[in-house]
T-cell receptor
Framework: DGGITQSPKYLFRKEGQNVTLSCEQN?????MYWYRQDPGQGLRLIYY???????QKGDIAEGYSVSREKKESFPLTVTSAQKNPTAFYLC??????????????FGSGTRLTVV | RKEVEQDPGPFNVPEGATVAFNCTYS??????FFWYRQDCRKEPKLLMS???SGNEDGRFTAQLNRASQYISLLIRDSKLSDSATYLC?????????FGKGTKLSVIP
């Protein structure tokens, strides 16, 4: 079955550490996105990529980095520069040319907690 | 004005009730519109797209008014399983812009 997989489901990070969240899709989607959701808040865009080897900053990119070396994969690194990284992180993908018809498919998310 | 604004909620309704959610958006160039559903501590899932002519999917009806930049979602005969947060989503470009959501609790 096609889908989008995020791992791990739960992640604990010590202050000052970098951590990488995995996102893999087998939907053959061109575009991939990373969002952050805080309790009671809407989704905020961190980074997005419309094509392999290219990505753009979203609204809250500071303290985060991404790569898009393969169409299927879009990992997100939360660096020590991110001041308040505890949040629910959601990865999504869309068929680039027709996302307006179908919207996004989301992974099940990663809950990151700084300890 | 926020890009996508929704009723703050929460809405607590009895089973069988009809409930309506409203949403306004600020970017008149928006082309695509959706309602997503998000269960507690889960990812958002597409509930339905919203078309200019309005569309219905079982107990759910979505309406779009481009002149007023307004979207609505109507749920008839609400079920306990409808309890969730409903997100209004608008696409002015290749990205989606999400509202903060309205929480619905259907009570037995």
């Amino acid at each position: 079955d096609g889908g989008i997989t995020q791992s791990p489901k739960y992640l604990f990070r010590k202050e000052g550490q970098n951590v990488t969240l995995s996102c893999e899709q087998n939907l053959n989607h061109d575009a991939m996105y990373w969002y952050r959701q805080d309790p009671g808040q809407g989704l905020r865009l961190i980074y997005y990529s419309q094509i392999v080897n290219d990505f753009q900053k979203g609204d809250i990119a500071e303290g985060y980095s991404v790569s898009r070396e393969k169409k299927e994969s879009f990992p997100l690194t939360v660096t020590s520069a991110q001041k308040n990284p505890t949040a629910f992180y959601l990865c999504a993908s869309s068929m680039y040319a027709r996302q307006g018809d179908y919207g996004y498919t989301f992974g099940s998310g990663t809950r990151l907690t700084v300890v | 004005r926020k890009e996508v604004e929704q009723d703050p909620g929460p809405f607590n309704v009895p089973e069988g009730a009809t409930v309506a959610f409203n949403c306004t958006y600020s970017n008149s160039a928006s082309q695509s519109f959706f309602w997503y559903r998000q269960d507690c501590r889960k990812e958002p899932k597409l509930l339905m797209s919203v078309y200019s002519s309005g569309n219905e999917d079982g107990r759910f009806t979505a309406q779009l008014n481009r002149a007023s930049q307004y979207i609505s979602l109507l749920i008839r005969d609400s079920k306990l399983s409808d309890s969730a947060t409903y997100l209004c989503v608008v696409s002015p470009s290749y990205q989606l812009t999400f509202g903060k959501g309205t929480k619905l609790s259907v009570i037995p």
